[in-house]
């Protein structure tokens, strides 16, 4: 799998779909990796060039000494994003993934064309709250917050499926250093402003059952952004595209064809909304 060296951190990335395609680009949770995308990059429409990288301080990207800031998370995807010649993409952001692309999008609107920002908002959580689990991961390792953390992430009858069981596995496998740093951007962080600013395209995804960031959180975010699409996955909790992989795809491939539609520049075939969609490129978009 690639790795691109940006100086000060290593980014681990992957790379689906076709080269030539409209890009698309995935964004992560706090304490995973690229792989929570898995099961939804198969069913998304062909002809898109589909990235999905690991944070700084996750998977397989390198760990630097925290904490860490939203400015140097944002600085990472922007400058793999121009090392790999990025354009008018469409930013996938989950979590702290979404707060990342939310940013992205304020900063570099030439990279940006539109947004899918799911389960996030524009401040999550409180200072105490990121101080007592940064306190708790100093003192005990990820495995003191991993069960709290699954709790809040899936709902109660989902904590014992396979796919609950593998998140938590690769939760413990996360680096404290690159945790706790992510951890601290999270906590400075508050883009109620910078994000009250964007009118680009964009998509808004709540879990009913996210104990991590209720849908009432997550839709103030889609009414804060000028035209935004609410959606709520029921029965979802914190990950839909590990708990609900299918709706999750077929709620981007929908978003994706009406931007095709609005600019003909995303695939958009039959199949359109069903997340099975097999049309192909036609150039690329311009924003409005």
């Known amino acids: 799998m690639p790795f691109t060296d940006l100086g000060d951190v290593t980014i681990h990335w992957h790379e689906d779909g076709d080269p030539a395609g409209a890009p698309v680009m995935f964004l992560h949770a706090l304490g995973l990796d690229l792989r929570i995308w898995d099961s939804v ?14 944070l700084r301080g996750h ?37 702290v993934g979404g707060m990342v692309a939310q940013a992205l999008a304020v900063k570099r609107l ?21 101080t007592d689990r940064m306190g708790a991961v100093r003192k005990g390792g990820i495995a003191a917050i991993a069960t709290p953390t699954i709790e809040r992430w899936f709902s109660r009858k989902e904590r014992a499926t396979p796919a609950a069981e593998q998140v938590r596995q690769r939760l413990l496998a996360t680096s404290p250093e690159g945790y706790l740093g992510c951890a601290a951007a999270i906590s400075g962080t508050d883009l109620i402003t ?24 997550v839709r103030e975010l889609a009414d804060l952004i000028k035209g935004a699409r609410f959606h709520m996955i029921r029965g979802a909790g914190h990950l839909p595209p590990v708990d609900r992989p299918a709706e999750f795809a077929a709620e981007v491939t929908r978003f994706l064809s009406a931007i095709a539609h609005d600019g003909a520049a995303m695939p958009c075939g039959s199949g359109c909304g069903s997340g099975h969609s097999q049309g192909h490129l036609h150039g690329h978009a311009h924003r409005h």
């Open 41 to 54: 990059i198969p069913l998304l429409p062909q002809g898109l060039r589909l990235i999905r990288n690991d």
């Open 59 to 95: 998977g397989q990207s390198s760990a630097p000494r925290g904490p860490y800031s939203m400015g140097a998370l944002v600085r990472d995807t922007e400058r793999l994003m121009d090392h790999l010649g990025l354009k008018d993409a469409v930013l996938v952001g989950l979590s």
């Open 110 to 130: 030439d990279q940006v064309r539109g947004l899918v920002l799911s389960n996030t908002a524009v401040k999550i959580g409180t200072a105490q709250t990121w």
């Open 194 to 217: 910078p994000s009250s600013g964007l009118t680009l395209p964009t998509l808004v995804l709540a879990g009913s059952e996210d104990g991590s960031t209720p849908p009432d959180l």
